[in-house]
């Protein structure tokens, strides 16, 4: 099965940019989508396929995607933007869809 | 405004059943594919099973496959999950999420989740 890797944690000051990395063979072959969850939340979609932004969503999330892995981009962090974020690609070998481990973004 | 809302977790005994439901409302819901998504306490998401608008296709998770049961009602706009033979493992906070369109592979709405507890 299709494995998507993130790292555990990524730590931003405010005011900085945040990268948050989702790993996978061939990645740049498939279309990448990253939510953000928010404590006692049900998931928010910030970027769907790999780099567009759903309405509402500020200008600062950006995303790409390319080899083995996919970057949501945070610029300009605000502490609001603390949360777990996870990449979901869908596996068309097996039909399944599939989530990252998720990356909880501390802002310090 | 797009409305999910699960019902149906609860307490339930290793090997027993539970039958979960999500009331949808706010759009067309005959028209969109549907999935559960399911969060064990402090970890991540973890896709459970899907249909399609017409129920003509339905995929699940190694994990739960020839467990759960995924249905929907058109009529009553309505998406089911039957859970049997539940294990400890499947405790977790189960969510219903809709598919955003036909050739979009991502989930655009979410309900808030119901809690599903195994244990003795």
């Known amino acids: 099965s299709y494995v998507l890797a993130q790292p555990p944690s990524v730590p931003v000051a405010p005011g900085r940019a945040a990268t948050i990395t989702c790993g996978g063979d061939?990645?740049?072959?498939?279309?990448v989508h990253w939510y953000q969850q928010k404590p006692g939340q049900a998931p928010v979609v910030v970027i769907y396929?790999?780099?567009e932004r759903p309405s509402g969503i500020p200008e600062r999330f950006s995303g790409s995607n390319s080899g083995n892995t996919a970057t949501l981009t945070i610029s300009r962090v605000e502490a609001g933007d603390e949360a777990d974020y996870y990449c979901?690609?869908?596996?068309?070998?097996?039909?399944?869809?599939?989530f990252g481990g998720g990356t909880k973004l501390t802002v310090l | 405004e797009v409305q999910l809302v699960e019902s149906g977790g609860g307490l339930v005994q290793p090997g027993g059943s539970l039958r979960l439901s999500c009331a949808a409302s706010?759009?067309?819901?005959?028209?969109?594919?549907m999935a559960w998504v399911r969060q064990a306490p402090g970890k991540g998401l973890e896709w459970v099973s899907y249909?399609?608008?017409?129920?003509?296709?339905?995929n699940y998770a190694d994990s739960v496959k020839g467990r759960f049961t995924v249905s929907r009602d058109n009529a009553k706009n309505s998406l089911l999950l039957q859970m049997n033979s539940l294990r400890a493992e499947d405790t977790a906070v189960y969510y219903c999420?809709?598919?955003?369109?036909?050739?979009?592979?991502?989930?655009?709405?979410w309900g808030q989740g119901t809690l599903v507890t195994v244990s003795s």
């Open positions: 999420a809709r598919r955003r369109s036909s050739g979009f592979y991502y989930f655009d709405n």
């Open positions: 706010g759009f067309t819901f005959s028209s969109y594919s």
């Open positions: 249909i399609s608008s017409s129920s003509s296709t339905i």
């Open positions: 061939n990645i740049g072959s498939k279309n």
């Open positions: 396929y790999d780099s």
């Open positions: 979901q690609v869908w596996d068309s070998s097996t039909d399944h869809w599939v």
